[in-house]
């Protein structure tokens, strides 16, 4: 997903939105089938890779979709339900691989993706008007290899800084390349027309402040779908389906949200709720870190609630140029 993710923009401008996020969709859905047919570990990890390929031109495309469908005073609620939608996914996953691994064979959860890339092609096919493509449009491929081969360093070096096995040497030489692949891109971004990644857009504060903030926050809260039930099942003996069922009370909290975003949005702005969801939502996933859960469930429930609860509205976007003491 790091090689893709920043040329993804530039690809939907060149070959048309509508033309590159369907092949993204059948990409996605052909892999996944292949992925249930892999025969071993190092097949499965080849597929999983190209499968990364693909999402990481689902996820983008489907959202600059979204910021070209909406109009400008409906632009907050859209993404808010895009990241509605993202958020309780993650979430709702682990109790449906539970579901998979209890009754069926893992190699449905790869599987079960292909009815829903079917319908979403399907919806595709009817609801999304075409956008021409412009082939003039010059893809910037000496910064797309930098970006790619330093995220992709990075990623690996801080993956490899937290398993059993690497050398420090190992971790310290990926996340060094890593460093010095990205200052090479910023040093490329500077004299090129047009880079693949526009780092001019870090100029506006409000997009600067949602972007590090917004990412510290990822990165506390981003590994709690996965974190939640491995710690359940290992720590605490819960079956799989019963540590799934745990996951879908932040998922809960997140839904109840929806009804209420665009409301507390206008009438506390963005600096004061963003601030006021994010402490909740590190207070109750705190509150939820600390507690056993056999020994306070109601506590633990109404703790992960209220963390999924103010997780969106900690997520919501800034508009471009916008001030973040203001409201829409």
């Excluded at 469908?69 to 939608?85: D, Y």
């Excluded at 109840?256 to 975003?261: A, D, G, I, L, W």
Aim: charged content about 10%; aromatic content about 10%.
């Amino acid at each position: 997903m790091t090689v893709l993710i920043p040329v993804s923009g530039k690809l939907a401008e060149r070959y048309g939105d509508k033309a590159l996020f369907t092949l993204a969709i059948s990409a996605f859905m052909l892999i996944s089938v292949a992925c249930g047919f892999a025969h071993n570990a190092p097949a499965l990890i080849a597929l999983r890779f190209i499968q990364g390929l693909a999402g990481a031109l689902m996820a983008p495309v489907g959202r600059l979709i979204v910021l070209r469908s909406a109009a400008k005073h409906e632009l907050v609620e859209a993404m808010a339900l895009v990241i509605l939608l993202a958020m309780i996914a993650p979430v709702i996953g682990p109790f449906l691989g539970g579901v998979i691994v209890t009754w069926l064979d893992w190699r449905w959860l790869f599987w079960v993706n292909a009815p829903l890339c079917l319908l979403a092609l399907a919806l595709i096919s009817r609801f999304l008007p075409a956008t021409a493509g412009d082939r003039s449009v010059r893809l910037d491929k000496t910064g797309s290899a930098l970006t790619g081969l330093g995220f992709t360093c990075l990623v690996y070096g801080l993956v490899a800084l937290g398993e059993v096995g690497h050398s420090p040497l190992q971790v310290g030489v990926a996340v060094a390349v890593g460093v010095l692949l990205i200052i090479g891109y910023r040093i490329h971004a500077g004299r090129v027309r047009a880079p693949v990644l526009s780092l001019s857009l870090l100029k506006l504060y409000s997009f600067r402040a949602s972007l590090f903030s917004g990412s510290v926050f990822r990165i506390a809260v981003g590994g709690l779908p996965f974190l939640l039930p491995v710690t359940l099942q290992k720590g605490y003996g819960y079956s799989p389906l019963y540590a799934g069922m745990v996951v879908l009370i932040p998922a809960a909290g997140g839904l109840s949200m929806k009804f209420f975003s665009t409301r507390l949005l206008r009438k506390l702005g963005y600096r004061n709720g963003l601030a006021l969801h994010g402490l909740l939502a590190g207070i109750c996933l705190t509150l939820a870190g600390i507690l056993h859960p056999q020994d306070a469930v109601i506590i633990y429930v109404l703790a992960l609630f209220g963390f999924g609860w103010a997780r969106p509205r900690a997520r919501a976007p800034v508009a471009r140029g916008m001030p973040l003491s203001s409201a829409p």
